[in-house]
């Protein structure tokens, strides 16, 4: 018999839910969705601490639309996300669940982000929707302007709250929250909690339900390879990798924007078609990118972390790190992008000295990586640095012993450091065999 926890039929849905549930095809709850959807359900406030891929949304959407009360028509949930294309991916999602619900009409939900026109959104806010997904600078925007009123929302949701701190919107969540009702439900997401984040949650949030989902470290179908620079130029690496595989979509990392453009022309130049993506670009050119990468324009993207989370892409079968994050998280998003839904993925990361921490630190944390170089189209496989690394110490310490056992001369005679070296050489030579022998 199946586990009552692992079922959706232990949640008491209403039987309009149930229908919603399988016509998404969801078998049974994903470990977030077991901890989240109770605690939703009896109006507890909640943080919850998982990354991209968990089925998060739906933790938070399935016990929201539970409580859709249609004889009000009033703003009843705000749903808020960092870039508009999250925010669009959540609205779709909310669409679709209307849809298997049988209830377009008569459950009303709005899309508030930028780059829309503001006059016709204004128009269309005249009869107030149940519930509002958007970006918190356009909500905030038409509520001041008394477009809409956010103070009837029971529920208030804040996703991806890291990169809302990152990109500098918290600000705008902030001023929302003071225009909402005091007792409001408050559904917190993040990949991360670092203090900034964590300070404005003591702000808001009584006694909320904490939820930290450990996700398995690694997809187990992925791959993770590790190739040392070594002074090297990173295009021409990036090169040669684009020689060895062949992928559906592969995502290349860079820590900044700057770095990112120079790298994207680098791989111009050198006749790779890669397209680009980072929070520097207008919303009419991330736009037009992700357009052409959904028509299979490119095969690479030059990204920053933006794209590790704020941004949906789909299909991609590579991520290639040409530089390493500075934290495990970012490094788990990253790679988070790939081998989802069961399909396979590779992770292939170019690694410097100042990358052996957190080399160390993931490998500590189950992570295998497999030390490798590429050349002329092939994989070669090398030592890992730690390998190396007790190699090179092995010989210091051989070096140490033979110049203990060396004779000391009392009178210095013309010629005497020659023959200490060559004394020490010899001893140094014996020393090795013996110790290579055991």
Known sequence: MEN????FNSFSFHPVLYNVIER?????PTEIQQQVIPAVLKGKSVIGKSRTGSGKTHAYLLPLFNQINVSKRQVQFVITAPTRELATQIYNEVKKMIHYADKDGRWIAKLLVGGTD?????????EPPHIIVGTPGRILDLVKEDAVSIFSATSFVIDEADLM???GFIKEVDQLLVRSREDIQILAFSATIPQRLQHFFNKYLENPLHVKVDD???PETMEHYLIDVKHRDEADILMEISNTIQPYLAIIFTNGKDIADKLAASLQQRGLEAGIIHGGLTPRERKRVLKEIQNLKYQYIVA????ARGIDIKGVSHIINAQLPKEEDFYIHRVGRTARAGMEGTAISLYRETDIKLIEKLEQNGLTFNYTDVKGGEWQKVKPWNERNLRNEKTTNIDKEAWKQVRKTKKVKPGYKKKMKQQQSSIKKQLAKNKYKK
């Open 304 to 307: 920053t972390d933006l794209a």
């Open 24 to 28: 998404l095809e969801f078998s049974r």
């Open 216 to 218: 398995h470290f690694s």
């Open 118 to 126: 503001k006059q016709k959104t204004i128009e269309k806010l005249k």
């Open 165 to 167: 701190l990152d990109l």
């Open 4 to 7: 009552e926890n692992n079922n």
